[in-house]
C-alpha cells in the first residue's frame, strides 16, 4: 500500500508564513506529477499548485507569487511554501499524488492516485 502524509498546517496571521509538507510511503516504484489542492467550507475543493517528476510547476492565480510547491524525489516529498497568506487561504489543504505502485501479486506495476488526510491552514488575526 501507498499513504500520504501532510504537516505543517495551523493558524497563522495575515501575511504570515506556513509550510507544508506531504511524504509518500509504501510500495513505490515511481512518482509522477505530486501537488496540493484546498477546499474551504462550503466550497468546492480547488486546485493550489502542482509540480511534474522534473520540475515543471502550475499554480492558481490566486496564489501565484505568495506560493511555491517543491519536492524531494529522494525523499518522496512535496513542500508548500506559503508566503504573505490571507484570510481567503483559510481551508483545508490536501496533498495529492499520482504514484506507480509495485504490486507483487501481479509482478507488475500500476498508476494510483493517492491523497493525503488533508491538514487545516486558518489565516487570521
Known amino acids: 500500500q501507498v499513504q500520504l502524509v501532510e504537516s505543517g498546517g495551523g493558524l497563522v496571521q495575515p501575511g504570515g508564513s506556513l509550510r507544508l509538507s506531504c511524504a509518500a510511503s509504501?510500495?513505490?516504484?515511481?512518482?509522477?506529477?505530486m501537488g496540493w489542492y484546498r477546499q474551504a467550507p462550503g466550497k468546492q475543493r480547488e486546485l493550489v499548485a502542482i509540480?511534474?517528476?522534473?520540475?515543471?510547476?502550475n499554480y492558481a492565480d490566486s496564489v501565484k507569487g505568495r506560493f511555491t510547491v517543491s519536492r524531494d524525489n529522494a525523499k518522496n516529498t512535496v513542500y508548500l511554501q506559503m508566503n504573505s497568506l490571507k484570510p481567503e487561504d483559510t481551508a483545508v489543504y490536501y496533498c495529492?499524488?499520482?504514484?506507480?505502485?509495485?504490486?507483487?501479486?501481479?509482478?507488475?506495476?500500476?498508476?494510483?492516485?493517492?491523497w493525503g488526510q488533508g491538514t487545516q491552514v486558518t489565516v487570521s488575526s
Open positions: 495529492h499524488a499520482n504514484i506507480l505502485r509495485w504490486e507483487p501479486l501481479f509482478k507488475t506495476s500500476r498508476e494510483y492516485s493517492y
Open positions: 509504501g510500495s513505490i516504484v515511481s512518482i509522477y506529477g
Open positions: 509540480i511534474t517528476s522534473g520540475g515543471s510547476t
